[in-house]
T-cell receptor
């Protein structure tokens, strides 16, 4: 079991550029979550999917953020255009239905300059 | 008021000490409770669930008081490897809306 795999591990980009973060959940997990962690706000849920369908995106900060899950093994979180305040660690997590335990990926540390 | 509030920390304790963390939550409809551990620059990892009757896992004991909307984590015989940030997590009905506390940092010193 390779766990939840995120890429890239680190991303530095200039303000205004498009950023795409990627996640491969654990095979067989029905739910996928995108979180953002900052010192000021802690861990915040951005969006989650169930069986590839977005269920709750109320945590997405604004229209510059979008997420997709085209199949059970892949999800993307896109920021366009990026801004310095988007700098944070973005975590992807997955879990099975009826299992409370989330498994987090190693995160993507995003810096927007 | 934040939905989940934790002791601000940091806690600096010697090896072998017993240390307790507290957490309060504001939503009385919360149904599931957890403690996660996060090492520096790493992802959060599930430490243990918290059950109404209280539960123990080795040196770790978790307690829940629904009436007071309070959760605690007790660590006995602290080890150097226990140094981390401990996150209190509370969910609403479907377990897909997990609210994380800001975390309490623990440093265990030799």
């Amino acid at each position: 079991d390779a766990g939840v795999i995120q890429s890239p591990r680190h991303e530095v980009t200039e303000m205004g550029q498009e950023v795409t973060l990627r996640c491969k959940p654990i095979s067989g997990h029905d739910y996928l979550f995108w979180y953002r962690q900052t010192m000021m706000r802690g861990l915040e849920l951005l969006i989650y999917f169930n069986n590839n369908v977005p269920i709750d995106d109320s945590g997405m900060p604004e229209d510059r953020f979008s997420a997709k899950m085209p199949n059970a093994s892949f999800s993307t979180l896109k920021i366009q255009p990026s801004e310095p305040r988007d700098s944070a660690v973005y975590f992807c997590a997955s879990r099975r239905a009826n299992n409370y335990g989330y498994t987090f990926g190693s995160g993507t540390r995003l810096t927007v300059v | 008021r934040k939905e989940v509030e934790q002791d601000p920390g940091p806690f600096n304790v010697p090896e072998g000490a017993t240390v307790a963390f507290n957490c309060t939550y504001s939503n009385s409809a919360s149904q599931s409770f957890f403690w996660y551990r996060q090492d520096c620059r790493k992802e959060p990892k599930l430490l243990m669930s918290v059950y109404s009757s209280g539960n123990e896992d080795g040196r770790f004991t978790a307690q829940l008081n629904r009436a007071s909307q309070y959760i605690s984590l007790l660590i006995r015989d602290s080890k150097l490897s226990d140094s981390a940030t401990y996150l209190c997590v509370v969910t609403k009905g479907n377990n897909n809306d997990m609210r994380f506390g800001a975390g309490t940092r623990l440093t265990v010193k030799p």
